[in-house]
């Protein structure tokens, strides 16, 4: 179990994405969870090791670097692409108990149901639309909140971005204020400005895609408002073929990612 | 063996579960063990090392260790992981064994859950629950409440005296413990959710199977 499995839960939710949400999917596992297993996770692994007090005194090593470092970095990093990853799951779950009814409706023996079998049910892809449309922006609104909570936990948390090299402390059991040096600042504060600026590029992209989900919601609206009869089959078909396409675009993404991770 | 056969086995679980129940896996799978393996044993793993006494003598230090900490944390949310998970064996174990016995596939959707399977089922629940409890209390009584302090003050033998030792990175340890107590609580708020909505379910059923038979 680790950031493979989350990859394989997520990777089902692509499938009723927007063209956007794939973006931001492809983002998140390439340029924040690979970068924070492959490169991230080596800079932070002596942290402890590494943090120097200029004192003999035990324990006040131990005392400085836990009052300044509360929660480290790649610890905060973690649960803010766990928490982050997490409302995808509950566009999933709608879709799962959509498919749950509609195969209800077929082992009924419902005339309404169009499909020839079940595995065709599996293999469907919803529109976003109706209450699907309310839950996917309801994931994405959230999605949002928790990049800004997080963001701001390390603003504040941290005084800024910067990993300085030189630290005081003067905490018990220090017999006075002590100089403690951090281990790779400068190599820490580039990761740092990484991470943070990934963020926020995910934070716009998901704020294009909320724009993107609400102006379809009031198009459709007045158009539904304004033309009675309109021709759902071709609407069908242009946008079947441009979910095709965006699934080989993802697909061929993913196996990338798939064979990075193994 | 690693924690991907508890996941598989998770997995399997999942296809004769409730709504709510497999609300409980993606906690336990996301919440649990993502952020068990992913974060939290790179915080206890070097606890040992890092563990410091204001004292020369040998052994002092070790001595002290073993007596705060007769079994880490990070054991101890290991075990609790999978003691948690073990009850959902029983309802693969159940299906198993029926479909064996009738040599054909059983309980196609998580609707069709009989008397047998939902006994069984509603055992299982019974029982996290109760493992859930066990080990939250046994992290209270072990060590004092969910707080780990910066000091603690050892006089075991072989250390002379009273000494002061430091354990490492108190403050995330208590985080990650408070997180661990919240996501245990939500666990256990979801199985007796499940249990009280399928007890219901099923005695309106069987109210309603009686009542429809004296109206005959």
């Not at chain 1, 983002?27 to 490169?39: Q, S, T, Y």
């Not at chain 1, 209450?131 to 996917?136: D, N």
């Not at chain 2, 403050?171 to 408070?178: A, D, N, P, S, V």
Request: hydrophobic letters at 40%; one cysteine or more; a positive charge.
């Amino acid at each position: 179990m680790d950031w493979g499995a989350l990859h394989t839960i997520l990777g089902g939710v692509n499938k009723h994405s927007t063209s956007i949400g794939k973006i931001w999917l492809t983002v998140l596992f390439i340029f924040r969870i690979m970068i924070l297993v492959v490169a991230a996770e080596r800079v932070w692994g002596d942290e402890q090791q590494d943090f120097v007090c200029n004192t003999l005194q035990p324990g006040c090593r131990n005392v400085c670097y836990d009052h300044f470092f509360p929660i480290s970095h790649i610890r905060l990093w973690a649960l803010q692409l766990i928490f982050v990853s997490t409302p995808a799951l509950l566009v999933a779950m709608h879709v799962a108990y959509r498919r749950h009814e509609k195969k209800r409706q077929f082992r009924k023996g419902d005339q309404k149901c169009e499909y020839k079998d079940i595995e065709e049910i599996r293999k469907q892809r919803f529109r976003i639309e109706g209450s699907l449309w309310w839950t996917y922006t309801s994931s994405i609104f959230f999605r949002l909140v928790f990049e800004a909570v997080f963001m701001y936990a390390f603003y504040f948390m941290y005084d800024g971005f910067r990993m300085p090299r030189l630290m005081k402390c003067n905490a018990w059991p220090c017999p006075n204020t002590v100089d403690c040096f951090v281990s790779r600042p400068t190599e820490k504060t580039v990761f740092t400005i990484f991470m943070i600026a990934v963020s926020s590029i995910c934070i716009l992209l998901n704020v294009a895609e909320l724009c993107y989900l609400l102006t379809k919601f009031f198009l459709r609206r007045s158009k539904k408002a304004g033309n009675p009869k309109h021709h759902p089959n071709h609407e069908n078909k242009e946008e079947s073929k441009q979910n095709e396409m965006n699934e080989l675009i993802s697909d061929s993404c993913q196996n990338t990612v798939i064979g990075f991770s193994s | 063996m690693s924690w991907a056969f508890l996941r598989d086995l998770l997995s399997g679980v999942n296809k004769y579960s409730t709504g709510i129940g497999r609300i409980w896996v993606a906690v336990v799978f996301i919440f649990r063990l993502l952020v068990y393996i992913v974060v939290a044993e790179n915080i206890w793993k070097y606890e040992h090392d890092e563990f410091e006494c204001n004292i020369k003598q040998p052994g002092c230090e070790n001595v002290c260790f073993d007596h705060f900490f007769p079994i880490s944390h990070i054991r101890l949310w290991a075990l609790q992981l999978i003691m948690v998970s073990t009850p959902s064996l029983l309802v693969v174990f159940h299906v198993a064994y029926r479909e064996k016995h009738h040599n054909q596939k059983l309980y196609k959707s998580p609707g069709q859950i009989d008397g047998g399977l939902l006994c069984t089922y509603l055992i299982s629940l019974i029982l996290k629950t109760v493992f859930e409890i066990v080990f939250l209390f046994l992290f209270y009584k072990l060590y004092n409440g969910f707080e780990i302090p910066r000091l603690v003050k050892c006089d075991m033998r072989p250390c002379p005296n009273t000494v002061d030792c430091y354990i490492s990175k108190p403050t995330e340890k208590m985080i990650f413990l408070y997180f661990l107590v919240a996501t245990s609580c939500l666990c256990i708020v979801l199985n007796l959710t499940e249990l009280s909505y399928l007890v219901f379910k099923y005695s309106i059923k069987c109210y309603r199977k009686r009542y429809v038979k004296r109206h005959h």
